[in-house]
């Protein structure tokens, strides 16, 4: 490490009160994404001015400003984006050297009906913990990369090539803020996503598909004992969750050549998941009687290189089959329907130069070698890829219980991966 960057490295040091105070301020301010709604306006206006302050230039915009986006095949439409405004700060450089974007989240997963010991926009410090909602799916990262951002330019560092930073609405909907900085034209030679990775470096993410699977009565109301036992939709979904769990045992067979070699150490990659189940009317006076429909969310995973033809291909096979086999299910077949938009897969080179940058960086950093593992969840990554040709590694902090209860990030893990970001912007983009 040369002197340049270990002035660097000593300036972030010295910033560590400050990148924790830019994470508990971003957390305190709810910016819950309640699918067609959300509220990130207050925070992305308060991230905007700190931004400025750092003396950054910035591009602040909506979704909807970007002209095409609603005829766009990935965009999502009926989601009201007033008051919902991207952030885009710019380190510019010096020449023509590689550029680079570091692209976050602001919006955060709803906090309820969850039960918290801490509260969610609180921020609470204990020990190694800074707990609250988004704290590390992805406030912290993002503090990070504005923390190194700021640090390369207090200590007067030029860089040759750009760096842009992304702060984007909507992730945890639909990806259109992610979408709208590639249709405005933020291109770059390597774009980095903070999601919480517990500082493992990953070129690849999973993908995902989401689908509601429902059983119907043909009648609005039976009264209990008037038709016959299997008419009562529960013990159909019954039925379904009895091939779901069969599904992912099937799934978990896979020969361990067949694995994808960057989740080889990952316990269940192709997880199925039924993240909500419900039966008839949830409130009284509808609770009486067979319930009119019984229905569950189920999300499910691939490995990169999947397809969702192929996907949809091995899982239909499988529950027509197991429908043939099931008297109830065959009488009454489920219906199934898509919940979102696949989440395509991605994956780049494991040897690109973006991936060694970072290895590089984090061993100066950490003392350590880094593990290069796939992302064991979906995210905005593909986007980049698809629509931008950008490659994409995801890389962020640890911590715990993100989209759940009592989410924390390390604050270690926030410092190191402040540096890390330095570090990699210094020497990807190069300095003079």
């Not at 105070?21 to 306006?41: H, S």
């Not at 951002?149 to 040759?160: D, M, N, P, R, T």
């Not at 016959?228 to 361990?256: C, M, Q």
């Not at 960086?361 to 979906?378: L, Y």
Request: proline letters at 7%; a negative charge.
């Amino acid at each position: 490490m040369n002197r340049i960057e270990q002035f660097v490295l000593d300036t972030i040091d010295e910033s560590r009160p400050a990148l924790i105070d830019l994470t508990r301020e971003l957390v305190r301010i709810p910016t819950e994404n309640k699918q067609t709604i959300g509220g990130e306006k207050e925070c992305q206006l308060l991230l905007a001015n700190r931004l400025k302050e750092f003396g950054f230039p910035l591009d602040v915009f909506t979704p909807l400003d970007v002209e095409g986006i609603e005829n766009h095949p990935r965009f999502v439409p009926g989601r009201d984006y007033e008051n919902r405004p991207n952030v885009v700060a710019i380190l510019k450089g010096s020449g023509r050297g590689k550029s680079l974007i570091i692209s976050g989240h602001i919006d955060v997963c709803a906090k309820e009906p969850l039960l918290w010991n801490h509260d969610p926009f609180g921020a609470d410090i204990e020990n190694d913990r800074l707990y609250g909602r988004g704290s590390l799916d992805m406030k912290g990262g993002l503090a990070a990369a504005v923390m190194a951002l700021k640090a390369i330019s207090a200590v007067g560092v030029e860089l040759v090539g750009n760096v842009y930073l992304e702060s984007v609405v909507d992730e945890e909907g639909s990806g259109s803020g992610s979408l709208s900085c590639i249709l405005r034209g933020y291109k770059a030679d390597a774009v980095i996503i903070p999601e919480p990775t517990s500082m493992t470096i990953c070129p690849a993410s999973m993908g995902e598909k989401y689908m509601r699977i429902a059983i119907h009565t043909e009648n609005r109301k039976q009264y209990i004992g008037s038709g016959p036992k299997d008419i009562n939709p529960v013990y159909g979904i019954a039925k379904v969750i009895d091939a779901l769990y069969t599904f992912e045992e099937e799934r978990g067979k896979i020969e361990p050549e067949n694995i994808h070699p960057l989740y080889r150490n990952m316990a269940n990659p192709l997880a199925v998941t039924i993240e909500q189940l419900k039966a008839g009317d949830v409130g009284v006076p509808g609770a009486f009687g067979i319930p009119v429909d019984a229905w569950l969310l189920a999300s499910m995973r691939v490995f990169p290189g999947t397809t969702e033809e192929e996907f949809e291909r091995e899982f239909y096979s499988f529950l027509n089959s197991a429908i043939e086999k099931e008297p109830v299910l065959k009488r009454n077949p489920p219906i199934i329907a898509n919940e979102a938009r696949f989440l395509h897969p991605h994956q780049i080179d494991p040897n690109h130069p973006i991936m060694k940058m970072l290895s590089d960086s984090f061993m100066k950093v950490c003392k350590q070698r880094p593990k290069i593992e796939g992302a064991p969840f979906a995210c905005d990554g593909f986007l980049f890829e698809k629509y931008g040709q950008m490659p994409v590694v995801i890389f962020g902090p640890g911590g715990e219980n993100a989209h759940a209860a009592n989410e924390y990030v390390r604050i270690q893990d926030l410092c190191d991966l402040t540096k890390i970001f330095a570090l990699t912007m210094m020497n990807w983009c190069r300095y003079r």
